[in-house]
């Protein structure tokens, strides 16, 4: 029988193939965009588009795309988290178990939302995304996000090793981006910020402990929006077989939820 890891890895690697080469220009993350602010998962076996769940834009729920629905043109299939019903401020999923189909004129990808236009602070160790959409509002009061990347000191906190040798948590945490041995250099995302008008909030701990050998390529980070309430972030770092994913959902200025998976290049 295959690993649960393994199974998500090669879904995922296929997930990834069949996005670029429908030209997906980044991820293929996906979220409700309907007037309801929800939108019905279904099956399309035995038991004909029986709807099985729900996702919801008020929850920040995500979804990866997989391909178009088998014998539809209206429906496509998708992955997503297996949902935490507890009343949490924040959640961080790290598995996609869950499938089924929705209707696609009830959702769309991220990367096709309007942008955030990137910059890098002048030390060059963050990443400031500011929505530039409506060049009315003053430079001043328009939503920025910033990814602060600075040098790690994971060296001197107490690792676990599995079996194998590889390196799996750091202060009892998952690790993301790295393998048997801390590479020389390594950095890590010390923060992450949201400024709007009237409200903002900095990522709780949660949201991005262990994170590491964050990206620096504007080609693998972006910024997008559905509107001023919900805001979407999402990176792709590492490299080879410690690449990762990692997605966040902000809901008026706060995360509110991350995927994040391994993505071996």
Do not use: C
């Not at 890098?120 to 509002?137: A, E, H, R």
């Not at 003053?138 to 920025?144: E, L, V």
């Amino acid at each position: 029988m295959i690993s649960v890891n393994k199974a998500l890895y090669l879904s995922i690697f296929s997930l990834f193939s069949f996005a670029f080469v429908n030209a997906q220009n980044k991820i293929p993350f996906g979220v409700v965009k309907a007037e309801e602010g929800y939108a019905m998962v279904r099956v399309h076996k035995d038991d004909y588009r029986k709807i099985i769940d729900k996702i919801r834009m008020k929850t920040g729920d995500v979804f990866v795309y997989v391909k178009p629905a088998p014998g539809e043109t209206e429906w496509i299939w998708i992955k997503y988290p297996e949902k935490d019903d507890t009343d949490k401020p924040f959640v961080r999923y790290d598995s996609i178990t869950k499938e089924g189909m929705v209707n696609k004129n009830r959702v769309v990808f991220v990367d096709q939302l309007p942008k955030f236009t990137p910059s890098k602070s002048k030390n060059g160790k963050s990443l400031i995304f500011t929505d530039d959409t409506n060049p009315k509002i003053p430079g001043n009061q328009r939503t920025k996000v910033t990814i602060d990347i600075y040098p790690s000191y994971a060296h001197i906190k107490k690792q676990e090793k599995d079996a194998e040798g590889n390196i799996i948590k750091i202060d009892k945490q998952k690790t993301w981006g790295i393998g048997k041995e801390l590479p020389e250099g390594m950095t890590e995302v010390k923060s992450i910020r949201v400024q709007q008008p009237g409200r903002g909030s900095v990522f709780v701990r949660d949201a991005i402990k262990n994170l590491f050998q964050p990206t620096m390529d504007f080609d693998k980070v972006g910024v997008t929006a559905l509107d001023q309430d919900h805001i979407f972030l999402y990176m792709i770092n590492g490299s080879g077989e410690n690449r990762y994913v990692t997605f966040w959902s902000i809901k008026q200025g706060a995360a509110i939820s991350q995927i994040i998976y391994k993505n071996p290049e």
